[in-house]
T-cell receptor, first 112, second 112 residues
Framework: DQQVKQNSPSLSVQEGRISILNCDYT??????FLWYKKYPAEGPTFLIS?????DKNEDGRFTVFLNKSAKHLSLHIVPSQPGDSAVYFC???????????FGKGTRLSVIA | GAGVSQSPSNKVTEKGKDVELRCDPI?????LYWYRQRLGQGLEFLIY????????KSGLPSDRFSAERTGESVSTLTIQRTQQEDSAVYLC??????????FGQGTRLTVV
């Protein structure tokens, strides 16, 4: 029973264009959402987060949008760069002593 | 150090042997997580420690897996009688309350 779903295992985008990575969740108790980026042979690194009291958070080229009614969030990267090529994981947590729940990841390839 | 440290970085073991993986979290981080990533798969939650509370062991795949953490310090994940399906990258993360989790580089376990 996957509580966090990333339905696209891979995405290919041209350099300079927008990359949109999607994530859906089922647990309405989730109130904090994060995106992580992972290169091969490295641990995931934190990118950006959003709490459920907001619907948008922006940090440079990265913007996360949250649609609570649809239980959907997305990560926009614009403009995309070849160095953005990695696996992106969406994660969520509920209040209190609960673990972060991760999706299966989306492999982004940015083509020069 | 400033980040989450895991050791060893690589471990090759024979089927049936026990292995112990170590995680040194960021100082002051009360929460510590263990995840694993099998080839081509997402991040699979294993166990979660939060301060002095009882750990959330709901992700441990079998009773061959166990983990310990003393207070808010080092954690060890032990796998007894290793099987080939245990081969994976084992990732440790630590987190301050309500913040993002920081991951170590992982331990790549290969059971031959």
């Amino acid at each position: 029973d996957q509580q966090v779903k990333q339905n696209s295992p891979s995405l290919s985008v041209q350099e300079g264009r927008i990359s949109i990575l999607n994530c859906d969740y089922t647990n309405s108790m989730f109130d904090y959402f994060l995106w992580y980026k992972k290169y091969p042979a490295e641990g995931p690194t934190f990118l950006i987060s959003i709490s459920s009291i907001k619907d948008k958070n922006e940090d440079g080229r990265f913007t996360v949008f949250l649609n609570k009614s649809a239980k959907h969030l997305s990560l926009h990267i614009v403009p995309s760069q070849p160095g953005d090529s990695a696996v992106y994981f969406c994660a969520a947590s509920a209040p209190g002593n609960t673990p972060l729940v991760f999706g299966k990841g989306t492999r982004l390839s940015v083509i020069a | 150090g400033a980040g989450v440290s895991q050791s060893p970085s690589n471990k090759v073991t024979e089927k049936g042997k026990d292995v112990e993986l170590r995680c040194d979290p960021i100082s002051g981080h009360t929460a510590l997580y263990w995840y694993r990533q099998r080839l081509g798969q997402g991040l699979e939650f294993l166990i979660y420690f939060q301060g002095n509370s009882a750990p959330d062991k709901s992700g441990l795949p079998s009773d061959r897996f166990s983990a310990e953490r003393t207070g808010e310090s080092v954690s060890t994940l032990t796998i007894q009688r290793t099987q080939q399906e245990d081969s994976a990258v084992y990732l440790c993360a630590s987190r301050i309350w309500g913040g993002e989790a920081f991951f170590g580089q992982g331990t790549r376990l290969t059971v031959v």
